[in-house]
């Protein structure tokens, strides 16, 4: 059964699709849970649609318009939330309803039949292209090189700034580059999962390694490991019941996590009963 399925591109394609957002998800992911920026990560993801109604309506690529609208969106939220009095959460809604209403406005506009959105909103990872599966590739190789040559620098920036400070460290650059990784992954996996779940790929692989262990690498490795199942069971799921594959794949790591917790959860209580007797 297998063998006949990954006879058809589109299946093979979706599959790879799934490994590569294992990879750029379980990286950057570790990242933005550690310095607990997933309310940042939810802003840049909504504010990214903007990019996608301006590719609509100019007819170029979506994606590529909204890797540029989210990077930008990124840089924004960056700079103005340190170079102002405005707070970085009052700028993150901003720019996320402006992205939004920007995005609505020009699909609308769009000459013709309205694009079906529907991709994007909630991920199709069976439409994926080639040019997509090359794009994620090439993101994943990029974090990573920047992962693994500035690994000690990252994992000083994710837990102490004013500490990487003290050593020299130019921590503002860094946040910058690392900011525009998170948008561009963050992009790069909307058609896997689409907008409104993408976020959750961001951060339950993470939360559910983080039951096990605190250490930067081994989370990223787990993550990776989790997403990877992940993908595979919704992918499966999907198939199967004849649902959105999005959905399914969220929906198949919310279950990990659960099962994850509930182990926990039964070994700390025969460990307090092994210390009783």
């Not at 799934?18 to 939810?42: D, H, K, P």
């Not at 909204?66 to 993150?92: C, H, N, Q, T, Y």
């Not at 837990?159 to 992954?185: G, W």
Request: aromatic share 12%; with cysteine; proline share 2%.
């Amino acid at each position: 059964m297998i063998s006949e399925l990954l006879q058809y591109k589109f299946i093979t394609n979706s599959l790879l699709a799934g490994i590569l957002a294992s990879i750029s998800c379980g990286i950057i992911g570790t990242y933005i849970v550690t310095r607990r920026m997933v309310f940042l990560s939810g802003g840049i993801t909504h504010a990214s649609f903007g990019g996608i109604g301006i590719g609509y309506f100019f007819g170029f690529n979506p994606i590529i318009s909204a890797a540029v609208f989210g990077i930008l969106s990124a840089l924004g939220i960056e700079f103005v939330s340190k170079r102002s009095e405005i707070r970085e959460d009052s700028v993150i809604g901003i720019l996320w309803s402006f992205g939004m209403a920007v995005g609505i406005m020009f699909v609308f506009l769009t000459p013709g039949y309205a694009p079906n959105l529907m991709s994007y909103l909630f991920g199709s990872i069976l439409t994926v292209s080639t040019l997509d599966i090359l794009l994620m590739a090439g993101l994943s190789l990029i974090l990573i090189i920047v992962f693994i040559a500035f690994y000690r620098i990252i994992l000083f920036i994710s837990y102490d700034q004013e500490f990487a400070k003290t050593h020299r460290i130019a921590v503002s650059l860094i946040n910058y580059i690392l900011i525009s990784l998170v948008a561009l992954t963050i992009v790069l996996n909307i058609k896997v999962v689409g907008i409104i779940l993408v976020i959750s790929l961001l951060t339950i692989p993470q939360s559910t390694a983080n039951l096990f262990t605190k250490n930067f690498k081994n989370i990223i490795i787990a993550s990776i490991v989790i997403g990877l199942i992940g993908a595979f069971l919704g992918l499966v799921i999907s198939y199967k019941i004849n649902i959105p594959s999005g959905a399914s794949i969220i929906f198949s790591l919310v279950i990990i996590f659960i099962l994850a917790k509930l182990f926990q959860l039964s070994v700390r209580k025969i460990k307090l009963k092994k210390q009783k007797v």
